[in-house]
């Protein structure tokens, strides 16, 4: 019996309003998770699959019906479906576990797949000496900030959360994209500096936007899987190899 793949992907930032096309945006999405449904036998996104998501008790996010119309349909199939939270959309409380079946992670996880071990996480954060985005993310991260981002009516919430995600894109858009070097890319040095004790065979990550697959020692890769806004990759395992593969319409 053929081995079924697992297939990594993040930074799709649905709804962003830097893209010029949001719903073909969202069917391109759609169409490839059409195409690796046969062969699937789990998904990982790694996080910013939304641009901008936060919960309200009776509102979510408007539009990205078709994504998750899919996501439900494939979870009902039988593919186990794991959402890593990102930058873009930590702000979840049990509306995409309850009503669309993902397994929800806010920290990251080291699983083993296979005859693999696997550290993920979305990147966010990890190794950062940026004192800016590192108080940002305190804030965001904050159980009390969510409590009272949450007396801001939706409209004007959903607003500001679409809008502050725009000015964050543009402001870092001279480093998006660009690989800076192995010793300035934040993930490669903690990828590095982890492997020192842990023994894993992989450290996937998003939010870089950069497609990256760089051997370390002790057979270790440290892998960031580019995104789904404007390369257009993920990432393969078919239980013994990892790869990174772009979507081709």
Known sequence: MQQKKVYFVSDAHLGSRMVENPDAHEKRIVDWLNRVKADTGAIYL???????????????????VRFLG??????????????????????TFGYLEKEVGLIVHKQPETIRIGNKTFYL??????????RGFKIIRKIFHSKTCQRLFRLIPPQI????GFHWSKKNRERIK???????GEDKEDLVVF???YIKTHDVDFLVFGHRHIALDLQLKNNSRVVIL???VGIFSCGVFDGNNFWLEFDEE
């Open 46 to 64: 790694l996080g910013d699959m939304f641009d901008f998501w936060y919960e309200y008790k009776t509102v979510v996010p408007k539009g990205h």
């Open 70 to 91: 899919k996501l439900a349909e494939l979870v009902d199939s039988g593919i186990e479906i794991h959402f890593f939270v990102g930058n873009h959309d930590l702000w």
């Open 174 to 180: 001279d480093i998006e994209n660009k690989f800076l």
């Open 226 to 228: 580019g995104d789904f």
């Open 157 to 160: 919430g959903q607003n500001f």
């Open 191 to 193: 990828a590095k500096e």
């Open 121 to 130: 996480a979305h990147g966010d954060g990890i190794h950062s000496q940026e």
